[in-house]
């Protein structure tokens, strides 16, 4: 199943358009794409159903859509969990998950233009796994069942803020408005051929500048919602950014950063990709408030 945030509304997505979820299920469930993670599991098994096979296939454009999970509650991220990427950053291989925080107004969605606070903006393509039912202190056995979908994420990051000072603030560094880039779809996990194991990347105007795989993560998926479940519940319709692969700007020789007038592309195999154009904000040094 593919589910999508169409202007606003939850649609059913499928090969030929998509199929409007409140009215083709008569009102049982609602128009808000986040409210339906609070009841995931029924949405699940109707939308399984032989209920929506009459409906008629809308069509519609891409730029339409927003983030699938528009206003998630809990928004978690994991550093440094690909080797090559703890290998660039020049920092030791961690024992354990290590999660930081992404605050829900940095989400954005798959087409949205992205305003550049400053000059030191890097890319960091990530598979974003969406809780779909609450869980706390789960095994990694099971962790994959308390997952509704999967979806393509960027987590950008202001270096400076990242990084300076005395300690690292890694949530206000990597939430700014707009730093959260998700979509374009939800793909549900049996929808792909190895839930462990797709191609990511992303790419600058054609160049290609971060390509892997997931199966390449230290913590898989199942991993990662158990160590976070250890101390935190999980609700549904949360958001974890798993990671990202080598190939960040900050760490390249010389190094580069987003510019104005460029577009991000991120695409995360079997479930698609985001376009972000880029613009600078008001403080950036070509913005309206900046220093040439």
């Known amino acids: 199943m593919r589910t999508a945030n169409l202007n606003g509304r939850l649609v059913l997505v499928f090969d030929d358009g998509v199929v409007d979820a409140e009215k083709a299920s008569d009102g049982l469930f609602p128009s808000d794409p986040q409210a339906v993670f609070d009841r995931w599991p029924e949405f699940r098994a109707w939308a399984g159903s032989a209920a929506t096979a009459g409906h008629e296939r809308a069509p519609f454009d891409e730029r339409d859509l927003g983030a699938p999970v528009p206003r998630p509650r809990q928004v978690f991220a994991v550093a440094l969990n690909y080797s090559d990427h703890v290998n660039e950053s020049a920092f030791d291989t961690p024992a354990q998950p290590s999660v930081f925080t992404k605050y829900p107004t940095s989400l954005a969605g798959p087409y949205d233009t992205i305003e550049l606070p400053s000059t030191l903006v890097d890319w960091e393509v990530e598979l974003v796994a969406v809780i779909g039912t609450d869980a ?47 979509g374009p779809v939800l793909v549900t996990p049996d ?23 997931t199966s390449r993560m230290i913590f898989s998926v199942s991993e990662q919602i158990a160590w976070i479940s250890r101390i935190c519940p999980l609700l549904p319709g949360d958001l974890i950014f798993t990671g990202t692969p080598a190939g ?45």
């Open 136 to 182: 706390h202190q789960v095994s990694a056995a099971d962790a994959w069942s308390h997952v509704a979908g999967l979806t393509v994420g960027q987590d950008l990051s202001e270096r400076r803020i990242q990084l300076e000072g005395p300690a690292p603030q890694f949530a206000l560094g990597k939430s700014f408005p707009g730093f959260s880039p998700t």
């Open 191 to 213: 929808e792909l051929p190895d839930r462990d194991d797709l191609a990511l990347g992303c790419a600058l105007g054609g160049e290609t500048m971060q390509e892997s795989r």
């Open 248 to 292: 960040v700007g900050g760490a390249r020789d010389p190094r580069r950063f987003l510019a104005p007038g460029e577009e991000l592309r991120s695409w995360v195999e079997g479930i698609g990709e985001l376009r972000n154009p880029l613009i600078a904000g008001p403080a950036h040094p070509h913005g309206p408030h900046g220093r040439p």
